[in-house]
């Protein structure tokens, strides 16, 4: 059982802050870092200071599971916080629910984040596969788009993605014309570039990161393909554009949070986008968000559960309460004793100018289920439904997680 002394608790995370993403776990170190800081400055969790060890899985699997050996047996971490990545999310997490230790809002939106079911997993964001499922076919429809090919990490991540999509395409009657993938770590993409304008398909789903997406849509560009591309919430960051352009511009993501310009139109975002470029002399981004409400998350979560704070009095704090809907668009999260997802809400944000603009209201996929026709036949539609500001009809309709088959 996780343990922490009279005056402090400490939590874990691992970030790849050496490989491929590490733009990412840089920006989410950064995000949890400040949190940490401000929390302790206004006293602490119950006069516990909170103590945050980073450590870097150079976004291997292998080193994954060597540091959270490291955090859990030697530095008898609390909890693991915003663990970056999926296939490093699953090798660490045998590791932790060996020794009781929570695994908390993991920055990934693989369903395995919360399935199978298990106490010890919290997730906050929506899946990949819930994400692709409703845009593929909503874009498609919305584009006039006749056919569509996708090119993926050849990994969990991008499993789920390619999942997620063909289950999309289903719904309309249609098939990819070809589908390609490369390897983690992969840096050039014209082979899989050519196979997909030779398809002469329309659209390109993206199962990418951040120089995978650049790397596709920048080579198609220059072969002068231009479909529509559309990539998940890991596609969502200022590093595209950044790092990749002019030649990025009109790329769909699906995102949960909105990244924090600091020329928002919201007045909240301003003032925090602002206060954080002063503090850290430069722009805050989504990334950093997601490690700065994980923290706060957790403040929340230990704060409820009071001075005896532990394991078993965390879970049953945070299976009894709601993190309200914060100023990025996040919508609310709620957790139970049976349901580890927070909520399901994704929305589409497109590269406009190179600045990403949101060009949908909120949705969450919901399952699917069969529908009889006019004509006597079947069709498999999905469950959707929209955020309306959380009002409660809302709230009891998150109760059922992405049940969506493998």
Known sequence: MPIFGKTEITLGSI???SGPPAGFGKQIRQGMMLRVDELNEQGGIDGRKVKLLIEDSGYDPKKAILVAQKLVNQDKIFMMVGHLGTAQNLAAMPVQFEKTVINFFPITAAREMYE???RLKYAFA?????QIRIAVPKLMKDRNVKSACIIYQDDDLGQEVLRGAEAGLKTIG???VEKTSYKRGATDFSAQVAKMKASGCEMVVLGTIIRETIGTIGESR?????????????AYTDLIHKLGGKAMDGLFTT???QNPYVDAAEQPIRFWATKYRTKLNDDPTVFLVYGYTAIDAFMRGAQ??????STESFIKAMDTMAIPRDMFGTTESSFSATKRLGNNFSRLSQLQEGRWKVVSEYVAFNGLRPVLQKNGTWKI???QFKDRGMRRTGVQRQANPDKSPR
């Open 15 to 17: 970030q790849d802050l």
């Open 116 to 118: 199978p079911f298990h």
């Open 126 to 130: 929506a899946t990949y596969y819930g």
């Open 174 to 176: 249609v098939e990819f």
């Open 222 to 234: 220059q072969t002068g393909f231009n479909p529509l591309f559309l990539g998940s919430s890991a």
């Open 255 to 257: 995102m949960t949070s």
């Open 304 to 309: 409820r559960a009071g001075t005896d704070l």
């Open 381 to 383: 539609s999905s469950d």
